[in-house]
C-alpha cells in the first residue's frame, strides 16, 4: 500500500518535498497527480522505474522535481516555489505504463494535503 506523507500548510514561495513509501515500489514508473477542490485530478510528474526518465506537468516544470531511492522503496516531490495555485491533495500512484493519465496507474495512495496561502 503506498503511503503519502509530508503535506502541510506553507506560504507561497516556501518548499515542500512530499514522500511516497511502500514494498514494490522500485519494480513500478511512479507518478503524482493532485486534485484540487472541485477539478479533477491533475498530473504533476511521472519517474521511470530506474530514475532515468521523468516528465513533468506544465503548471510545475521548473518549480517541481521528482525522485527516487529505489533502496528505500521510496518516490519523492521537492516543491519549490510553491504557489497558491499548487494547493490540492497530492497522491502518489504506481504503474506500468508511463503516461500522464490516472488510467494508466494501478495502485494509488491516499493522499496528502497541501495548503499555499498567498
Known amino acids: 500500500q503506498l503511503q503519502a506523507s509530508g503535506g502541510g500548510m506553507v506560504q507561497a514561495g516556501d518548499s515542500l518535498r512530499l514522500s511516497c513509501a511502500a514494498s514494490g515500489v522500485s519494480t513500478y514508473n511512479m507518478a503524482w497527480f493532485r486534485q484540487a477542490p472541485g477539478k479533477g485530478r491533475e498530473f504533476v510528474a511521472v519517474?521511470?522505474?530506474?530514475?532515468?526518465?521523468?516528465n513533468y506537468g506544465n503548471s510545475v516544470k521548473g518549480r517541481f522535481t521528482i525522485s527516487r531511492d529505489n533502496a528505500k522503496n521510496t518516490v519523492y516531490l521537492q516543491m519549490d516555489n510553491l504557489k497558491p495555485e499548487d494547493t490540492a491533495v497530492y497522491h502518489c500512484?504506481?504503474?506500468?505504463?508511463?503516461?500522464?493519465?490516472?488510467?494508466?496507474?494501478?495502485?494509488w495512495g491516499q493522499g496528502t494535503l497541501v495548503t499555499v496561502s498567498s
Open positions: 519517474i521511470s522505474r530506474s530514475g532515468g526518465g521523468t
Open positions: 500512484a504506481a504503474g506500468n505504463i508511463m503516461l500522464l493519465v490516472p488510467a494508466a496507474y494501478r495502485y
